[in-house]
Each structure stands twice: as C-alpha cells, then as structure tokens.
C-alpha cells in the first residue's frame, strides 16, 4: 500500500504537532493553566480533566511514537519486500539526522547572536521549564560552541543530549524503537507469521514495558498494523463507531495525574505499572483507538485525505523541530515588550500564542524545502548502496 494511503495518518501527526507547540507554549508563558508543573498548579488548573489531551505534550509525543510503530511497517506488511525494509534501516539514522542537524546549528546561531531572550520572560512568567530553556538544562554559564552543536546534533539519536533544542530527547527513542519496529516486523513475515500478530502482541508488549516504556507505543503500533494487514476480511466500521474509538481514545490521552476526570486511576498499583509506565500506556492504547478509526473509516479517512491533510503532515516533523527556538527567541522578546506596555494579560497571550504559531510555521516553511531534498538525497543513496552490493 502506498505511502500516499496514509495521508491521513500524517495529517493526525500534524494535529499531534499543533499540541505540542500548544502544551510548550503554556508551559512558558502561563504554566498555571496547565499545572503540569506541580509547584504552579491551582486548583483552577486543567490537569486531571479529560480535555488536558489538547493541551498534552506527552500524549502528543506518545502518539507521534505509536503512529511510527504502524506506518514503519505498514507497507511492509502488505509488499513483504525485504529490500525495502533494509532501505527503512539503513535511511533512518541520516534521515532524522539532517534536519535535527539545521536546528542545532540554527539553535547556536541564535545563541552567539543574542537572540534567545528566554531568561528574562521566564522572570516575568515564574516558569522554571522557560528559564532552563524548555528544561535543556541551560545556566548563565552556558557557552554556545559549534562543535558541540554539530556533534549533538549528529549523535543526540544515541546519547540523548538536548541543549541545543530540548524536543530533540524524544530522537533517541524514536531512533531506538524504529530499529525494534524494523526487526519485529521481519520477524513477523519472516518467521512468524502476520496471523499470530493478535497472540505475540502481549509477549512483545510485556517485554517493552520491561525493557524501555518508551518501546511501548513503538511495538503496540507495529502490532496493529500487523494485525490489521492480517485480516482478510476488510470490513470497515461506521462513522458512529468511529467516533466513538475516538472519543475514548481522547480520553486516555488526557491522562496525566491520578485526578478529577481520572480520579479512578489510583486503584492501579501493580508494581510493574509504574505511574510513568500507566501514562505511557494510557497514551498508546487511546493513539491506537484513534489510528484504527482513522484507517477503518471510509468517511473519516477521506475527510483527512486532501490538501490539508497533505500539508499538516508535512509540517509536523519541522515544526516539532523549530517550535521551540521561536518560543525562546521571538515570542520571548515580544512578550517582554508587550508586558512593559503594561496591557491585560489575556490579550498579550493570545496575541504571543498567535504569533508562536505564525513565526513556527513560517520557520518551517524552509525546513520543509530543505528536508524534500534529504529525503530524495536519501533514498537515492539507499538505492545505490544495496545495487552495490
């Protein structure tokens, strides 16, 4: 199946991406809406209340690793073309590592010119996340230094280093897990069988939870898909079906704390559910409910299979990449003068959030441009390389 199938799938990736810049920006300039950070959070704060999942960074990422899981493999399972997953390994590290490259260095750039203004929003907004630029772990004492952003930029995927862009924690275990997805996948067709995909997925699952959490939502999507491929029967669901796989798998992506909405959670106190190991699990199974819905609803699949679709899932990658270097650069300096001028608050944050999405998605406008031109540089070298052999 082609890649252009999955349309759909790329336009919820772009949707996922939106959150992220929403959950970072409140977590910089109103961190007491959200109350992720426990020190600022009020009673008023939306944490524990099922509507957090469109305010959630982690489920966002969460569901960015599941929907990896499903599509790594996804053509796979219908062609079981195994030049082509040894393309998929052999592209993965250079692939994710070109554009994590422009931003470190870009990153650096912004540091020598001055142009990070962060420490002094952070003072106005109380944000520990904003004043340790999004919790990079900055000093006073930090000294840009290109080698080290070149270097942090090409090897993050196996150290997990971050100063440079802190959204780049999350290129270790997306790395990471791509390559587990990639070897359960040829285990599936070539020694298992995509039947038994329904009977191995606990055995899998129990081991990623063991293993790394992180490799949780990886091998839960890739069983899906396997799963899915498996069914000779494509029966698709109906759009009240749909909506309701939706509807509760919003609600398990809201999870954050044992509170309001989730209050019930407390009663799970298996010693192998840890609390970080239950959010990740609650964010995979409802990213799952909703990838499936996606794929199995005639009518929903074809509301996101257009030009827009096509678009959000274009920018998603480049602006989970840049979002952050704009919040700590131009919407900090904004925000700063708008607050000297002394106006109400509301109006400076829609104005600052508005301005964050604007100046995020014109920065990956050319993150785009750059990044089609790696992936064709890509796989024209994958080509070459197994002709070679």
């Known amino acids: 199946m082609s890649s252009a199938r999955l349309i759909p799938l790329e336009a919820t990736r772009g949707i996922a991406a939106l959150i992220v810049i929403v959950h970072h920006f409140f977590l910089g300039f109103a961190p007491q809406v959200t109350g992720l950070l426990p020190e600022l959070r009020t009673p008023s704060s939306i944490i524990g209340n099922w509507y957090y999942v469109f305010f959630s960074g982690d489920a966002a990422v969460n569901f960015f690793f599941v929907l990896s899981g499903f599509v790594f493999c996804w053509g796979y399972f219908h062609s079981q073309d195994h030049a082509s997953l040894k393309r998929s390994v052999i ?6 590592a070109g554009p994590v490259l422009v931003t470190t260095l870009v990153s650096y750039c912004l540091f020598k010119l001055g142009a990070y203004h962060f420490p002094e929003a952070a003072l106005l907004t109380k944000s520990p996340w904003l004043g ?10 930090f000294t840009p230094n290109i080698f080290k952003a070149i270097i942090q930029g090409l090897t993050t995927f196996f150290s997990g280093d971050a100063t440079y862009n802190s959204n780049l924690w999350t290129m270790r275990p997306e790395f990471l897990g791509s390559l587990v997805v990639f070897l359960l996948g040829a285990l599936m067709v070539g020694i298992f069988s995509l ?10 699952l129990v081991w990623a939870l063991g293993t790394n959490v992180f490799f949780f939502p990886f091998v839960l999507g890739l069983f899906l898909a396997a799963w899915m491929a498996s069914q000779s029967n494509k029966r698709k669901i109906g759009l009240a079906t749909a909506l309701f796989f939706i509807i509760g798998g919003l609600y398990l992506l809201g999870y954050e704390i044992a509170a309001k909405d989730y209050a019930w959670t407390v009663v799970i106190k298996h010693p192998f559910l840890l609390v970080s190991n239950i959010k990740v699990v609650f964010h995979s199974v409802g ?4 990838i499936f819905a996606v794929m199995q609803s005639p009518k ?9 679709g096509f678009y959000l899932g274009k920018l998603s990658f480049p602006l989970y ?3 952050t270097l704009v919040i700590c650069s131009v919407s900090s300096y904004w925000f700063i003068r708008w607050e ?7 109006p400076i944050l829609v104005a600052t959030f508005v301005l964050t999405v604007m100046i995020s998605i014109l920065a990956a406008i050319p993150m785009i441009f750059l990044d089609g031109i790696w992936l064709k540089f890509i796989n024209c070298w994958a080509l070459s390389f197994f002709r070679r052999k």
């Open 91 to 96: 592209k993965r590290w250079p692939r994710l």
């Open 132 to 141: 340790t630029f999004a919790l990079a772990g900055w000093t006073p004492e």
């Open 195 to 204: 039947q038994y995909a329904i009977v191995l997925a606990p055995l899998f």
């Open 287 to 290: 990213a799952a409910l909703i």
């Open 300 to 308: 929903i699949f074809q509301l996101l299979n257009g030009r827009v």
């Open 321 to 323: 990449l840049v979002h």
């Open 340 to 346: 000297q001028s002394q106006s109400a608050n509301f």
